[in-house]
Each structure stands twice: as C-alpha cells, then as structure tokens.
C-alpha cells in the first residue's frame, strides 16, 4: 500500500495527474475502479488515464466514442461488460486492447477478428437483457450486423426505440 501511495505521490510531483511509473499501474487501477463501481468505462493509454465514464449499459462507452474517440485510437478499454454490441464500438473507436468484467463469446471472437486483444473475468455465452429472460436489446440490434459502420447505426436507432418506450 505504501509503495502505490509513493508511486501516485511521485506521478503527481513529475506533472502528470493520472500517469504512473510502473508499466501496468493505469491499467490496473482502471480494472479497480471498473471492479468497485466507480466507473463502468475507462480508457488507458502509454500509462495514463485518459477517460473515465458512467452510467448503464453500453451509454458510457458510446459516449466516450461520441465525444472522446480519438482518446481511443491505440488504447486500451476497461469497461464493466463487453458484448457484441460494446466490441463494434471499439472497433470504430480502433482501440488496440480491451478488458470487460464481463465478456461475451462473441464479442470475444468479433474483437480477435480485427486484432484487438480482449481480457476479461467471466466469459459469458451472450450478454442478457436485466430481467435476464432473453438476449440485450443492444445485442439483439447488432446480432446480424457484418461491420461497426452498420452495427453502430443499428444501435443508435434502437436506443432511440427504447427512450421512446417502443
């Protein structure tokens, strides 16, 4: 405990806010922060921090892509759960790797079709809807989907079905 307090001490005195020493400390640290609720989606890059967001679902990691994508470009992204639906956006967002608490099989297999190495805790056979009686919505919108361009045109339109209660 004492040694990652000093290490944070001495990134904050060598001008960095969320840059460490040790190779993997960012990394790390993301996954804590994705493990003890303080963030659902992190990105992480030559050490640092980059992006930290909330929220449910695929929200924040569609958010950092809306807003932040060239913060994605060669990171890595730490999220609570990787579908589908959550690989098509880091694959539009050229992220190099990604980590989910969670992750499906077939986002596992999507994302190593375009080299993008995914890590995860559980490896689930398909991400469910909450009431966990059929597939997510957002998955089930890009279960057909062959590339990001068509998967993340299929979310948006069923995103807005959803708010509008369809």
């Known amino acids: 405990m004492k040694k990652l307090l000093l290490l944070a001490v001495a990134a904050l005195v060598s001008g960095g806010c969320c840059r460490y020493s040790h190779p993997e400390y960012a990394f790390n640290e993301a996954v804590k922060m994705v493990h003890e609720n303080r963030a659902e989606c992190v990105v992480v890059k030559d050490n640092s921090i980059l992006a930290v967001e ?51 099989e077939d986002a596992k297999e999507l994302l190593a079709q375009y080299d993008i190495k995914a890590t995860h805790d559980l490896l689930v056979p398909r991400i469910l809807n909450r009431k966990r009686d059929g597939l997510c919505p957002l998955e089930d919108s890009v279960k057909d989907a062959k590339d990001a361009d068509s998967a993340l045109k299929s979310m948006r339109k069923r995103i807005i079905e959803l708010r509008s209660g369809k």
């Open 54 to 104: 909330r929220g449910r679902g695929v929200s924040p990691l569609l958010k950092l892509y809306d807003t932040k994508k060239e913060l994605m470009a060669g990171a890595t992204v730490v999220d609570k759960v990787i579908g589908r639906a959550a690989a098509f956006i880091v694959i539009k967002g050229k992220a190099k790797a990604v980590y989910g608490k969670i992750m499906s």
